[in-house]
């Protein structure tokens, strides 16, 4: 019988730079939850990893440059927050030092106003402000930016856990981007290691022995989209971890989420 | 705890034109699996709410317009199949009269090449192929349409469930879409009757008393995308009974998929 379940990791501790983020999810998942099992999924929101990697800016050493004032005049404030198209949430807009951070991770400006500025990341992932981010941080003069590489982020937390644990888990990092075409956002994985991120079915026949033409699933997208139903975003629980999706975990680490990334030449949907 | 488990729906007969769909579900649940209860959440495919509701083409009595002729030869054949671009299954790009099929289900063509017509449907959704779609259907001369009014058949279903099991279920529809900036489909809901299918965090506050300033959760599609995990694609089993999500399960039926229609003109995503 197919099915899955996914349980919240409860009471993480408030992750700082240099903490040994594998660490504190293998001691949660043992203590009064269950221990992590081979084959199981442990989806992250990016938030932690970033933290622990030291990824903050803190923005009173931000020194903006002119095209931050300018793209600060020109965005205007607020109406990301009051948001008629809902994106991530960031930094004000307002502030030109939190332009200025945006501007510094992002390779190209798709569209920037309403108080928003959607780029395409170092990484090649389109999201809202680079996906620069003020919530859920205790400093409000800070902003956590994403994991400089979050597939390496992912292997190595993969790999601490097995040396922890013993246990051979599919890690995934998330992080709720806006869509094209649809209001609100989903979580999508900006990382994974362990687990195939696109479950290719081309070619492959149906149940009616004609052959599937075109099926070709985001896994990973639609795992980090499921840890989002498991907590509650302001539980401080980002850690969720899956069972019954033993069939997507890899023994190899895999393309990780980079696989996902569609360029611009090949997209029908823009 | 936080947390959720999804079950798919096994022994589901095939559906056909007329077949009340909602009596299938609750004696499916009731045979040897558990019994639909309050507060859980029913996703099913598209694709055999189309079927009872007889929306399905018979391409043997199409007659193609100039207009399909012309864009079955200008998008070409193949390329949808071995996709680069990977949209959803389809009937043959090449097939004049799946063209035309796509055509009317259109209000607006998107683009067209590779294979693909990726389009706005009549519902407002932007999907490859208008959402016909060829795989699983047990005549090759037939393709299945999109639902109608898919928020109105989920109001149905869920009316029809209520009325037999004496439960108050939330019901979803989903279909895969291709996505901008990113490769591979999702399943995304497409109709939904008893969910908020939005989570509005936007000026709630988060765990450090900081307002989330644009936190918009698009709930129904997280769901969908959930039900993709808990079956084989091949398996015939196109339901999913979610459990640990009564949160979102409202007792109105509430505005439905149509809510996640983003018009153009509030989309930074393009």
Redesign the interface.
Known sequence: ????????L?GLPEVHAGDDLAAMIASRSGAGGEPLRSGEIVAIAHKVVSKAEGAVVDLTAVEPTERAYELAAQIGGGA???????????A?PKDPRAVQVVLDQAAEI??A??G?I?CRTHHG??C?NAGVD?????D?DTVVVLPLDPDRSARRIRARLRELTGESVGVLIGD?F???????????AIGCAGIA??DD????????E??????????A???A??A??????????PVVVFG??ERFVTEQDGPGAA????PRD?????
Do not use: I, M, Y
Request: glycine share 12%; net charge positive.
């Open positions: 019988v197919a099915g899955l379940a996914a349980r919240s409860a990301g927050a009051t948001g008629a198209t809902g994106p991530a949430g960031a004000s798709v569209r106003e309403r928003v959607v992932f389109v809202a003020a919530s859920n941080v205790e409000p709720s806006g869509r094209a075409w649809r209001h609100g956002q989903c979580d999508v991120p696109l079915w081309r070619g492959r026949v149906d149940g009616h004609r052959v599937l033409r075109a099926t070709w699933l985001a896994l997208d639609a795992v989209a499921t989002e139903l498991a907590r509650a975003k302001d539980s401080g629980e019954g999706l696989a996902l990334v569609r090949e997209d029908l949907f823009l």
